[in-house]
């Protein structure tokens, strides 16, 4: 798949302030989760990638182009930024129309696009209220109509979810994943892990600066050694089941759960522990209940490589 | 997706001149431009009254627009406009959506530039229009009188072009620019006032002043070696000095990254 | 209920409220200004008046430069030294330079960033909110009157080699820059309470100061009265000085009239701020 973003060796640094460093990477078409904990450099690749900062060394590009001071780039680019910004004084409709007539639309298709961005995150309502009245979780969803109503080929966003509401957060995440589905760019940064998990697998994680990890959580997952594989098998008779694991080199840990109907296996490796645990319930014969990878989210690969 | 290429400039001036003239801050200073106009009624009752002696109010008038508005109003309003055209983006964080658009940056600080502009020359023209009415109402038939509005109102159209250019480069340049513009205004332009020969020439109100029609009587509470310079020369080199200026801004502002810190 | 009592703490003694909540405000805002851009250049320009005077007070007290003495007419009588430092015109615009870059956003900061609620989930009253406020800009604004003032007197002192002072000099010494700088500090925080928008709040500073000294010359030049430089707030200063240290006034009006101006100044900022800090309070 051709790469939409190239970063090749990319810093940025503010004063004495590390914002990235050395960053290599390519994104292609799909949902990319940026994450990272607060201060890692998501915002700043994110920034340097919507045009806002020139990279101290190193290159962006998108689409083969540089961003900043390349003002057609933004007919293909639509950005959300994380400040809680906006024209207090505009209202709703003012704020989206004015970017929609800024990328170019007449004022008929301008006022189309505004209307169906607006009815896509729930402000048709209350478009002609001025921004200063608006909650925080509306003006980040008008945040978000802004960087949509152009309908960007490339999507970057920097923490779209932030206080938004329980049920614009599935919308919203619905969007993004149908987004991805049409085949455009998505880039989003978050520090909350199952929001990320909700909408993608391919992941890039960054911190102090740095990538300590790309591509899809489990495969990722799969790569760190250092921390053994846990699964949680739930069923009738887990002593029954340990005692025919505990002869197996790859199991390196038992425990039993309290309520005594589950085992948590610790292995080293993954793929012989579940074809040896396939063939020992067929042997055996016993009734198994459910299967769980407890590690193999995002939040385990976020703590193992980030060293908590 | 069919995206015609609109002119931007338009758009950006429209809006941005409507949300200035809405804005509260606007009437403020609507109300601080009309203070000369009350002044002049209470010089013309008075004129009319005995008071004072005949053809004083022409005389004042003259000495309002340059205390009042040249040296004060015209330099302080365009410090304001000018220098807000770029950090007040940066404050309110909003900077970032006029460069995710497809438009050229010295389309936005163009189109932003006109907007402040138009609004400054709206709110010193309409009280140099009323302050010249109450002056000259008896002589309203007098060519004159018309010439010396006209010469007042091009003079500060020029004035307010060159002020505001110079602190949207300002603006454009760093973030504290009110404090460094007054000290511009208010500090060097007064200090290199008092000093004869070239120095003069290194500031735009010499040039202002050297359009203007200097009351009788000076050297009263406007004390000061004015060496005028040729009117011609005047106006071009203010008309030059607004577009370097001019010029200068968009040159910044077209290649300046801007940290939108989380600082005040 | 075993849990519960493991998460509290028993403390003896009773809680006071105290009477310095104000002092965290001040401290922090004052160290706040200080760290700024271009705090320093400020505050080296602010001070340089004090370096001129304390040259002059050098000659004033050297018998072989009596001549200069001669010709500079400041430097006959101390009264005049002093009144002419606090308030020289271009102590006077740093003072309101200052006011702009220590004050202009104490306030208005607040009410952009909604920062209320931070301070009023505290025990802190209203009261407290400005005091803290009001500290700091009367800080700087002192250290470059009040702080100099004594610096000088104690210089001459320690010049002629005599501690004897009179004591309304003195008093004029302590009380001028005191009410010069409340009545600037004043205004300055109840303009900053007028908007967010931390530079239509300085402008806003500004032209009030140059309006009403340009306002008060144009009058002058209509009705030919000095009683005009009232409404000036360099005007009045300068009269309250000639006023308060004894000397020749400026204009020829009462000099006491002249502390009217900064009380009514004062007394409209106090007022205005109560109010609005309500407002504000009330999140309207």
Request: glycine letters at 8%; one cysteine or more.
């Amino acid at each position: 798949m051709t790469a939409v973003l190239k970063a090749e060796k990319l810093s940025k640094w503010y004063g004495n302030i590390l914002g990235i460093s050395d960053i290599n990477l390519e994104i292609a078409s799909g949902i990319t989760g940026l994450l990272g904990p607060n201060g890692a450099g998501k915002s700043t690749f994110l920034k340097i990638a919507a045009g806002q900062l020139k990279p101290k060394l190193g290159s962006l590009t998108l689409f083969g182009q540089p961003v900043f001071g390349n003002p057609d780039i933004f007919r293909r680019i639509g950005f959300c930024p994380e400040h809680d910004s906006a024209y207090s004084e505009m209202s709703g409709w003012q704020f989206i129309l004015l970017l929609a007539r800024l990328h170019g639309f007449d004022r008929r298709e301008a006022g189309e696009r505004s209307e169906k961005a607006l009815l896509t995150v729930g402000l048709l309502e209350s478009k002609d209220r001025q921004i200063k009245g608006y909650s925080f979780g509306m003006r980040q969803r008008l945040r978000l109509a802004s960087s949509i109503l152009h309908e960007p080929e490339i999507l970057m966003l920097d923490e779209p979810l932030r206080g938004v509401d329980p049920l614009w957060r599935i919308k919203i995440m619905q969007l993004i994943k149908d987004y991805g589905k049409q085949g455009r760019t998505v880039i989003v940064s978050s520090h909350i892990l199952p929001e990320i998990e909700a909408m993608t697998s391919e992941i890039v994680l960054i911190h102090q600066g740095k990538i300590f990890a790309k591509g899809d959580i489990h495969r990722i997952r799969g790569l760190i050694d250092s921390h053994p594989h846990q699964v949680s098998i739930r069923c009738q008779e887990p002593r029954r089941l340990a005692q025919e694991l505990i002869d197996c080199d790859f199991v390196l840990s038992m425990d039993f759960g309290l309520d005594g109907r589950s085992l948590t296996v610790k292995t080293n490796q993954r793929d012989l522990f579940f074809t040896a645990l396939i063939r020992l319930i067929a042997e055996s014969g016993v009734e198994i209940e459910e299967i769980t990878s407890p590690d193999d989210n995002l939040q385990a690969v976020f703590d193992y490589l980030i060293g908590k | 997706m069919n995206m015609k290429k609109q002119n931007a400039l338009p758009v950006i001036f429209t809006s941005f001149f409507q949300s200035g003239f809405k804005a509260k801050r606007t009437r403020v200073f609507i109300l601080l431009s009309l203070i000369p106009v009350l002044l002049m009624l209470v010089m013309r009752i008075l004129e009319a009254s005995g008071s004072q002696a005949p053809g004083s109010s022409s005389d004042f008038f003259a000495r309002v627009m340059l205390s009042l508005y040249f040296q004060l109003l015209i330099p302080v309003l365009a410090l304001f406009f000018g220098s807000t055209i770029v950090n007040e983006e940066l404050d309110n964080k909003t900077l970032v959506y006029l460069t995710t658009v497809p438009v050229r940056r010295r389309t936005v600080l163009l189109g932003k530039y006109l907007a402040a502009f138009l609004l400054a020359v709206l709110l010193i023209g309409c009280g140099f229009l009323l302050c010249f009415l109450a002056a000259s109402l008896t002589r309203l038939g007098d060519p004159s009188a018309w010439e010396e509005l006209g010469i007042f109102l091009g003079t500060s159209l020029l004035a307010l072009f060159c002020y505001s250019a110079l602190f949207t480069a300002l603006g454009a340049f760093m973030k504290k620019s009110i404090l460094i513009g007054l000290f511009f205004v208010f500090g060097w332009e007064s200090v290199v006032q008092y000093f004869p020969g070239v120095t003069q020439k290194f500031t735009i109100i010499h040039w202002i002043k050297s359009l203007l029609p200097v009351p009788p009587g000076e050297g009263g509470f406007l004390i000061f070696q004015l060496q005028p310079s040729p009117p011609l020369e005047s106006v071009l080199v203010l008309l030059v000095a607004g577009l370097l200026f001019l010029a200068l801004a968009v040159f910044i502002f077209e290649r300046k990254e801007y940290i939108l810190s989380d600082n005040a | 209920m075993d849990i519960r009592e493991k998460g509290y703490r028993h403390w003896e003694g009773e809680l006071k409220s105290s009477h310095l909540n104000w002092l965290p405000i001040a401290l922090n805002g004052v160290k706040t200004v200080f760290k700024k851009k271009y705090a320093k250049l400020i505050f080296s320009l602010s001070a340089s008046t004090f370096f001129i005077f304390l040259a002059a007070v050098y000659v004033s007290t050297k018998p072989e430069l009596k001549i200069l003495s001669e010709l500079v007419r400041l430097l006959k009588s101390d009264a005049e030294l002093f009144k002419t430092f606090y308030a020289n015109g271009f102590l006077i615009f740093m003072l309101v330079i200052l006011s702009i870059f220590s004050g202009a956003d104490l306030i208005s900061a607040d009410l952009k960033f909604k920062a209320f609620p931070l301070y009023f989930a505290r025990p802190l009253s209203r009261g407290d909110y400005l005091t803290g406020k009001f500290a700091i800009v009367l800080f700087y604004l002192l250290s470059f009157t009040l702080m100099p003032g004594i610096l000088l007197l104690l210089f001459k002192m320690l010049f002629t080699g005599s501690l004897t002072v009179s004591p309304l000099l003195l008093l004029a010494i302590l009380v001028f820059p005191v009410i010069e700088c409340v009545c600037l500090a004043s205004l300055t925080l109840a303009l900053s309470i007028l908007s967010p928008n931390t530079k239509f709040i300085q402008i806003a500073i500004f032209l009030v100061y140059m309006f009403s000294n340009n306002l008060a010359q144009i009058l002058k030049a209509i009705f030919k009265s000095d009683y005009f430089f009232l409404v000036s707030l360099s005007g009045n200063i300068r009269q309250l000085g000639c006023f308060l240290f004894g000397v020749q006034p400026a204009y020829a009006f009462p000099a006491w009239l002249s502390l009217l101006l900064p009380l009514v100044i004062s007394g409209l900022s106090f007022w205005l701020l109560v109010w609005r800090i309500r407002k504000a309070e009330a999140g309207a």
